[in-house]
């Protein structure tokens, strides 16, 4: 068994004029491939090809750290793909806008906090919105490392999620992270988030 790299949703210029198509291209053949072929070799002939990608993160410092950053750079970059999205942005509704709104204190305020998550991760990373329990928080993690696995300093279920890798934004944005990540919020699929929401729960 080996797993698949995912068919994007959309169209490379779908995102357009915020991510623009030669990043999304790159992005998901090259970044997203490359992570999706590697997993597979680092766990080909092991006990891990008959696992979940969920249940191999969650041991995932008994694991290789091939399989640690492949492993993570497959799970996240699936999450990452279905929370974007054309013709989105705008804020939540719903179940997902009360919790936001008991945890944040209003939409605008959460946005605020995950931004800052997101431009003060040093380096490559992660920004994410994790559901903790009963909590909503967020926190960020280096390289491709994501709250599912047990090396993360906040551990959840995540249910969104923003890369902040450059080869996610420097073809259009160079070093302005903080555009990129401003732009970011007019192509969020909030169903989809609220749809993990859900599923969380
Ligand atoms: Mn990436």
Do not use: C
């Amino acid at each position: 068994m080996s797993f698949k790299l995912i068919d994007l949703p959309y169209n490379y210029s779908a995102l357009e004029p915020y991510i623009d198509a030669k990043t999304m291209e790159i992005h998901y053949t090259k970044h997203h491939g490359g992570y999706t072929n590697n997993l597979n070799k680092a766990i080909e002939g092991t006990p891990l090809d008959s696992m979940s990608i969920e249940d191999i993160l969650k041991d995932v410092s008994k694991h290789s750290i091939a399989v640690r950053n492949n492993g993570g750079g497959f799970y996240n970059h699936n999450l990452f793909w279905s929370v974007m999205g054309p013709n989105a942005g705008g804020t939540p509704t719903g179940e997902l806008a009360d919790a936001i709104s008991k945890h944040f204190g209003s939409f605008d305020a959460f946005k605020e906090k995950f931004s800052a998550a997101a431009a003060t991760r040093f380096g490559s990373g992660w920004a994410w919105l994790v559901k903790k329990g009963d909590e909503l928080v967020i926190s960020s993690t280096p390289n491709q490392d994501n709250p599912l696995m047990d090396v993360a300093d906040v551990k959840g279920t995540p249910i969104f999620g923003l890369d902040v890798w450059e080869h996610a934004y420097y073809l259009k944005y160079q070093n302005r992270r903080p555009e990129y990540i401003e732009n970011f919020w007019k192509v969020v699929n909030w169903d989809e988030v609220a749809r993990r929401y859900k599923q969380a729960k």
